[in-house]
């Protein structure tokens, strides 16, 4: 026992005058020193008891260091705090611009962009289908146009852009693209993630185009192209967001989103790609739910368990291949539509949480956001928690302030194990495809969902406002609220920019992305070339209809 004392305590020297002193040389630290609030000094990092565990080492080491169970960077928030989102969009591309422009004056430190459902599904906004959609959830976007206004007076190159998209990704990314060579930034230096998840689509959410196959197809293309031409871009962002909004248990929201990551990584090897080359480009989205050291034992395990993985599994050689970097947002599913006030509380907890458990990027709900898009206010009052959590709570002065914990510890380990028991159960099913198509995934978060819902339902566990707690509202709140004309002037717009644009080219660069999906070329430079000359996101997304087809869900009853 002794022995395995004295090995950590070299090794945390070693970590401390070898990786920890440097990099605060190179990045200094945001304090000359960091205290309490009654004054105490707080050390940049506290170690457990470490005869207590004989696999410290091998399990949870150090910041910065393999597993990076204690977070990817050896300084964490000590050096830099999160980049703080506020997920914004709504209408038209000039009402965003003037939402998100308010939200950086405000204090966020990165864009997150909701596009609305028909952007999402690659409809324009004059399609039959899109009636009564447009603008509704997030903004509409048809043309490059849209993307011209969205971002005016916004500088890209300055701020990171998240953009919540999947099935038409490759033509909001191609969008993005363009929009900052016009403004002449150049691609290697423009930083952002696109959500880019197709799986997780099929498993729980529904905003899908095409089969599985054609689908892998362009994100891998999307991986060769980011790789070379847009290299610190984050080509993907594997989802368990939408997963634990589905209803599954915290250990599924790893266990399946970690079974995604795993086919995007096979697909990629598949198509010719060197690991090292594209993995440290991926990146992964969490949700944050109440149960605040369940939660951050989740983030805890799902970094370590990766790590292993892409070292074990897939023979990673470079750190930042093996580092799960992550965005987090706050639990919208427990956001409730009584005493909407009660919402701040649990955001709250949440943000702790995701911060706790080493988030690389935070958006928090807003209270309203049960009834609808949320107003200014509330956005703001969202952004201050996590201001708040960030300056004033004193959570950021030391490096994963939980470890150590027998309940953390022991908590980190369980949802690890259990995790990955399910990639083993989907890998015996023949990978996360075929689980998808047997219904097996879908059918294990529906079973979780059920059994957390009786729960609310026999009182076994309660929810403030709604089953216990209750009180009668005395007023309505303030709700945003969308103006109908939205539709008829997006459908203005996308019609003047149809009439200017030359037609004849549209109609070129339209054939040459068909006659490219045919063949094995990379779709990206064809997409790009498309959105140059004003191609809509419908027409584009029809072209590739015409050549893959659209996906069918099977009904799991």
Not at 353 to 358: D, E, K, Q, R
Not at 375 to 382: M, W
Request: some cysteine; aromatic content about 10%.
């Amino acid at each position: 026992m002794n022995r395995t004392k004295d090995k950590i305590k070299e090794a945390f020297q070693k970590w401390l005058n070898e990786i920890y002193i440097p990099f605060t040389k190179k990045r200094k630290e945001r304090r000359e020193k960091f205290e309490t609030v009654s004054f105490e000094k707080v050390a940049p990092l506290y170690l457990m008891d470490e005869g207590k565990n004989e696999k410290f080492l091998d399990d949870i080491s150090f910041p910065g260091v393999y597993p990076y169970t204690r977070g990817i960077q050896p300084t964490m928030y000590r050096g830099k705090l999160w980049t703080m989102r506020q997920y914004a969009g709504f209408g038209t591309a000039k009402e965003s611009n003037e939402r998100y422009r308010y939200l950086l004056s405000q204090g966020t430190t990165g864009l997150s962009i909701a596009f609305d459902l028909p952007t999402q599904i690659g409809y324009d906004s004059d399609s039959d289908l899109a009636i009564g959609e447009v603008g509704k959830v997030g903004v509409a976007i048809d043309t490059l146009a849209d993307m011209e206004i969205l971002f005016e007076k916004i500088p890209i190159d300055k701020i990171s852009t998240s953009m919540t998209i999947n099935a038409s990704a490759a033509v909001l990314l191609s969008m993005y693209i363009v929009v900052a060579e016009k403004n002449g930034v150049a691609l290697n230096e423009i930083k952002g993630t696109i959500q880019n998840d197709i799986l997780k689509e099929y498993i729980a959410r529904g905003t899908y185009i095409f089969p599985p196959k054609p689908s892998l197809r362009i994100i891998t293309d999307i991986f060769k192209y980011c790789a070379k031409e847009v290299p610190k871009w984050n080509t993907i962002s594997i989802s368990g967001y939408h997963i634990r909004e589905a209803g599954s248990t915290a250990a599924q929201e790893v266990g399946f989103t970690l079974v995604n990551g795993i086919t995007y990584v096979e697909a990629a090897l598949k198509a010719g790609l060197d690991v090292d080359d594209f993995a440290g480009q991926l990146s992964f989205f969490f949700n944050s739910h109440n149960d605040l050291f369940e939660e951050v034992a989740k983030f805890r395990a799902a970094r370590r368990l990766w790590a292993k993985i892409m070292k074990d599994k897939f023979k990673a050689k470079k750190d930042r291949s093996m580092m799960l970097r992550f965005h987090t947002q706050t639990a919208g599913s427990t956001l409730t539509a009584q005493q909407i006030d009660n919402n701040i509380a649990r955001v709250t907890i949440q943000t702790l949480a995701a911060v706790l458990g080493g988030t690389q990027s935070l958006h928090t709900n807003s209270k309203d956001e049960a009834l609808a898009l949320p107003t200014e206010d509330s956005v703001r009052t969202a952004l201050r928690t996590q201001q708040i959590v960030a300056h004033e709570s004193g959570v950021t002065n030391t490096i994963d302030p939980l470890a150590g914990s027998y309940y953390v510890e022991e908590m980190t380990d369980l949802i690890e194990r259990k995790a990955k028991e399910y990639i083993e159960k989907i890998d015996s099913l023949g990978g996360m495809i075929p689980a998808i198509e047997a219904g097996y995934v879908q059918g294990e978060i529906q079973k979780a969902a059920y059994d957390y819902e009786k729960e609310i339902e026999n009182g076994d566990r309660i929810i403030v406002g709604v089953n216990k707690f209750q009180s009668k509202e005395q007023s309505k709140p303030e709700l945003l609220k969308i103006n109908e004309k939205i539709q008829e002037e997006q459908i203005k717009f996308l019609k003047s920019v149809k009439e200017k644009r030359n037609n004849n080219i549209v109609d070129e660069k339209l054939v040459a992305l068909k006659k490219a999906a045919q063949s094995d070329d990379n779709l990206i430079p064809f997409i790009i070339d498309a959105v140059r000359v004003y191609a809509s996101v419908g027409e584009i997304c029809d072209s590739l209809r015409d050549v893959f087809g659209e996906y069918k869900e099977n009904v799991i009853i």
